[in-house]
């Protein structure tokens, strides 16, 4: 790991919260700063348990990392709830990713979109704001879909105007500008990254690659939106974690940072990618047809965006971050996780892990 040890005691606190580290990137960020940043503290996860939540995820974490992690379930909509969780364990630090994640969901359902992103990012922005001197750094986890959509040529950068289209992305932005408001007039010590798509370990299956790799594997249709010529840039949930951690130690407050794979690819060629894979893995489908005979074009996304690039030099600039995996390294990791973890699978799947939420608190 190309950390840099000194540079990190720039930005130094010993009680982080992480919202939403239930999730899929939050629960990658939290193994990742126990395990690779040399973080000696405590971290707070933060987390409602909404349908995108599974503590099961970080079970390993839970055993390994003992009372140096804690899991609070909390609602960011909850003010109150944010203070107690502040004052009992001396908050210093934020990381905050809870939200409402899924674009699809928020053109069907676009209230909960505001309640969590926009109504929770300011509770908690207003919570940290009342730590004063005792907190040290706020970093809001951002996307690149607050910058609209590229036609064939260009790259979003941290100078880009916001233009946003779905409610997910507009709630987004929304909080982004409140979490900039609060250093630009409170002083808060603020910092945002805006990234592009990320794959990996522990993704809920309504995104495009897990969905893509179980409907492959069972020998379900593989709904391709339109004729699949979007386009986005992916990453590497670890590379993202990564560049979050190098942000939120090392950036200065107020600042700014787009993170993005350099790997853009079609949707339809995101498909054939995971087909070919699930085929290596698992070989043809049982009527010997090649898996990619699953891919079935629907109906597109109402408003979607065409293509997402990231122009991440700022990031690589300033802190020599990089991304260490490739669309085909990534893939094919990603493919075999999902292939050698049938229980993680299942417990988002079918709900036994809500079963298991109420058994965890029966009694509490
Ligand atoms: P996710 O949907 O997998 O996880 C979201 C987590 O937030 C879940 O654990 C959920 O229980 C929790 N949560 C939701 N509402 C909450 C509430 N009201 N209070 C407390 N917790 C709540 O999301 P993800 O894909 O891991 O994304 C995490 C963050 O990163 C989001 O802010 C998202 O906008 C941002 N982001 C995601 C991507 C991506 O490709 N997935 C890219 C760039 C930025
Ligand atoms: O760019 C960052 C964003 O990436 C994050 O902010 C969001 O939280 C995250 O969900 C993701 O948004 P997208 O809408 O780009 O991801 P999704 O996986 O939903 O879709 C990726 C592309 O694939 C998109 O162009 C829509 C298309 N798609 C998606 C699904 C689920 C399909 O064609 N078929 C599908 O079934």
Same mark, same amino acid.
């Given at each position: ?30 193994? $990742? ?5 040399? *973080? ?55 990381? $905050? ?79 982004? $500008? ?20 990320? *794959? ?103 408003? $979607? ?54 058994? *965890?608190?029966?009694?509490?």
């Amino acid at each position: 790991m190309w950390y840099n040890q000194e540079a990190m005691k720039k930005i130094s606190f010993g009680n982080l919260m992480v919202t939403g580290g239930a999730g899929f990137i939050g629960s990658n960020f939290i193994r $990742h700063v126990f395990e690779k940043t040399g *973080y000696a503290g405590r971290i707070v996860n933060f987390d409602a348990l909404t349908y995108a939540g599974n503590p099961r995820s970080l079970d390993d974490v839970a055993a390994k990392f003992g009372e140096r992690y804690v899991f609070v379930r909390g609602d960011i909509r909850d003010p109150e709830a944010i203070r107690r969780a502040f004052d009992e364990y001396s908050i210093d630090a934020v990381c $905050h990713f809870a939200a409402e994640s899924h674009v699809d969901r928020s053109i069907v359902s676009p209230g909960a979109f505001i309640e969590t992103n926009v109504n929770g990012t300011f509770n908690l922005l207003q919570a940290a704001r009342e730590r004063g001197d005792a907190f040290v750094r706020f970093h809001h986890v951002s996307t690149d879909e607050v910058f609209g959509s590229l036609g064939a040529e260009g790259f979003f950068s941290e100078t880009t105007p916001y233009q946003p289209h779905s409610p997910y992305s507009a709630s987004k932005a929304s909080s982004d $500008h409140i979490a900039r408001a609060y250093h630009d007039t409170y002083g808060l010590n603020v910092t945002i990254t805006n990234c592009s798509n990320n *794959y990996g370990p522990y993704q809920f299956p309504e995104k495009l690659i897990p969905l893509m790799i179980l409907n492959a594997v069972e020998g379900k249709p593989l709904p391709v939106y339109g004729e699949g010529l979007n386009i986005r840039d992916w990453l590497h949930v670890e590379d993202h974690c990564a560049a979050i951690w190098t942000v939120m130690t090392q950036a200065e407050s107020g600042t700014t940072y787009c993170v993005g794979g350099r790997s853009e690819l079609r949707n339809i060629d995101v498909v054939k990618r995971i087909c070919a894979l699930v085929e290596r893995f698992r070989g043809p489908l049982p009527n010997g047809a090649p898996r990619e005979s699953l891919i079935t074009h629907v109906a597109d996304r109402l408003g $979607h965006d065409k293509r997402y690039a990231i122009d991440c030099s700022k990031i690589e600039r300033d802190f020599g971050w990089r991304q260490t995996h490739t669309a085909d390294s990534g893939f094919e990791e990603t493919v075999r996780w999902y292939l050698d973890n049938p229980a993680w699978v299942e417990s988002v799947r079918s709900g036994e892990y809500l079963r298991w939420i109420e058994t *965890y608190y029966a009694g509490r």
